[in-house]
T-cell receptor
């Protein structure tokens, strides 16, 4: 039972490069989320998708875009990476719509040089 | 908007002793309060939650208490074990079905001394 799978686990980018973080869940959940985790700041919501075909901004959406490819997959794209986007990114899902609890993947550690 | 403060940021206790982590929130409309445990290199995992119509909830060695008047809630872990070492996050949201509005605390790193 994989749950929420994120790829890659680690990535180093140069400023200005673009990248897509992938997330897939196998629990038939309706809602999916992207968070970033920075030291001393907990988790902050970037974007979410309440159901297939919908996406909405969270608390810190600037510099990111998302795609809900299908019910299983929700990707996060950085078009022009900046050092301020160095963080650990977590994808989560919930049975939904927007119900709790959320089930988290193991994260992608992203460094922007 | 909602603000959740969590204390302490680090906590070290002797194995077998109890640990208490406290959170306060600012929005009186918050009604759902989950606690997540994050082990090293892993994502957060729900360990217990409480809704505003309940003052206390227990699950084996873990308990959560809620004081809506004072707007604070706490996690209590009794008879701590080495596997309790992790980072713990509290959170608050308006309801069980408003995950997009959840606000997390900044986390407490709990270490259990053998």
């Amino acid at each position: 039972n994989a749950g929420v799978t994120q790829t890659p686990k680690f990535q180093v980018l140069k400023t200005g490069q673009s990248m897509t973080l992938q997330c897939a869940q196998d629990m038939n959940h309706n809602s999916m989320y992207w968070y970033r985790q920075d030291p001393g700041m907990g988790l902050r919501l970037i974007y979410y998708s309440a159901s297939e075909g919908t996406t909405d901004k969270g608390e810190v959406p600037n510099g990111y875009n998302v795609s809900r490819l299908n019910k299983r997959e929700f990707s996060l794209r950085l078009e022009s990476a900046a050092p301020s986007q160095t963080s650990v990114y977590f994808c989560a899902s919930s049975e939904g719509p927007l119900t709790q609890p959320q089930h988290f993947g193991d994260g992608t550690r992203l460094s922007i040089l | 908007g909602e603000n959740v403060e969590q204390h302490p940021s680090t906590l070290s206790v002797q194995e077998g002793d109890s640990a208490v982590i406290k959170c306060t929130y600012s929005d009186s409309a918050s009604n759902y309060f989950p606690w997540y445990k994050q082990e090293l290199g892993k994502g957060p995992q729900l360990i217990i939650d409480i809704r505003s119509n309940v003052g206390e909830k227990k699950d084996q060695r873990i308990a959560v208490t809620l004081n809506k008047t004072a707007k604070h809630f706490s996690l209590h872990i009794t008879e701590t074990q080495p596997e309790d070492s992790a980072v713990y996050f509290c959170a608050a949201s308006p309801s069980y079905s408003s995950a997009s509005k959840i606000i997390f605390g900044s986390g407490t790193r709990l270490s259990i001394r053998p």
